[in-house]
């Protein structure tokens, strides 16, 4: 599994046409700023599909930098006709959604086949 920045790991499965991806950041600080969205897209491209599932179980918080490349990254999504899914969010993870208004964007789903 390749390593993308200190800390953060990205494994990647195919099911149709989705891509799923297995975040992995349980020690990520907020200090730490990668370019999450454009990981992911690069990932999209080299499995030529925008229909992705982030599977953000080992992701421990979702600071406000994080959020704003989960936007970054659907809005980019959605104008090329795909659509982005979380699932294995947290119940801490899910409540920051819910303070940005995000939860209607990024509906809770436990896990990928849900």
């Not at 491209?45 to 179980?57: A, F, G, N, Q, S």
């Not at 994080?66 to 993870?93: D, E, F, W």
Request: aromatic content about 12%; proline content about 8%.
């Amino acid at each position: 599994m390749p390593e993308f920045a200190p800390g953060w790991e990205l494994s990647t499965d195919r099911g149709g046409e989705w891509l799923f991806v297995k975040v992995k950041c349980p020690d990520c600080s907020p200090a730490e700023s990668p370019p999450f969205a454009q990981w992911i897209w690069r990932l999209l491209e080299e499995h030529r599909t925008y229909c992705v599932i982030l599977e953000m179980d080992e992701v421990r918080v979702f600071y406000s930098y994080l959020i704003g490349q989960l936007i970054l990254l659907l809005k980019r999504i959605s104008t090329h006709g795909g659509a982005m899914r979380l699932c294995g969010v947290s119940p801490q993870n899910q409540q920051a959604l819910r303070s940005c208004r995000l939860d209607v964007r990024f509906p809770p789903y436990r896990n990928r086949e849900e």
